[in-house]
């Protein structure tokens, strides 16, 4: 996989382009800088100062995307080095993971286990708090109840391609990408309750019809202290202008 940045045009090639190319050169430029400094506000508010550290290292060693910062971090928090990081950015292992929406918002990562029939299969999730955990395994019990296969099986075929993703069409599925890399989800379930990035671990028991939900205690500080920040801010009255006080001859002070 060959990645390489897209780079302004020089002062020579400038003269070559129209302004409307080098408008969207700029504006390209921008967009991504913006990304960038979201995604490492992401990486400060839910990764050690060592793993923020080393994924800006990375950067040295490939071109990192805005997309790719978050899972870079994940392996990082578990122990993979700068290097090893850009290698998995070469061969596109990083790709498809979590961009960050604004530097503060909680971390949708997860995990979520299926067991059936004395089995266990884990997936990763990257929309933890956008789905009913419920609805969620309704949805694939039926559809395997339906096509005559395990519930597992129906989790890994619903919500395995965030791209054609039947369920996507499903209103009761809500937002829900699920992917079964073993790599990264050793690395999110070594890092679990040690680092707030991952959420919670929600497990499905599929023949009781029952959904446990873990909740990282890490992720659920961070989240609360974040939503008290908000409710203190909107509850907090308009700061009054203080009135110019008015000169004149102070009262019962005659010359």
Request: proline content about 7%; glycine content about 4%.
């Amino acid at each position: 996989m060959i990645r390489q940045a897209v780079p302004c045009p020089d002062a020579k090639t400038t003269e070559t382009w129209h302004g409307y190319g080098l408008d969207m050169c700029r504006e390209f430029s921008y967009d991504f800088l913006a990304a960038m400094m979201i995604s490492f506000g992401f990486l400060k508010h839910n990764f050690s100062p060592d793993t923020v550290q080393n994924v800006y290292n990375a950067i040295s060693c490939t071109t990192l995307l805005p997309s790719e910062l978050v899972a870079a971090a994940v392996y990082i928090q578990n122990g993979k080095t700068a290097p090893q990081v850009a290698v998995l950015a070469e061969r596109g292992h990083l790709t498809c993971f979590h961009t960050p929406r604004s530097a503060d918002e909680n971390s949708p990562l997860g995990l979520l286990s299926v067991q059936e029939n004395g089995n266990v299969k884990t997936f990763y999730t990257v929309d933890f708090g956008s789905f009913q955990p419920e609805k969620i395994l309704l949805r694939a019990r039926t559809f395997a109840k339906e096509h005559a296969i395990p519930v597992t099986n129906a989790v890994a075929l619903l919500w395995n391609d965030k791209s054609s993703c039947p369920a996507k069409a499903d209103d009761s599925s809500h937002r829900l990408f699920m992917a079964n890399d073993p790599e990264m989800i050793r690395a999110m379930t070594a890092i679990f309750k040690t680092c707030p990035a991952v959420a919670a671990h929600i497990t499905f028991e599929a023949e009781e019809n029952r959904v446990q939900i873990d909740y990282n205690p890490l992720w659920r500080e961070l989240a609360e202290r974040r939503f008290a920040k908000a409710f203190h801010r909107d509850a907090a009255p308009p700061r009054r202008r203080p009135e110019l006080q008015r000169q004149g001859k102070p009262k019962g002070r005659d010359r």
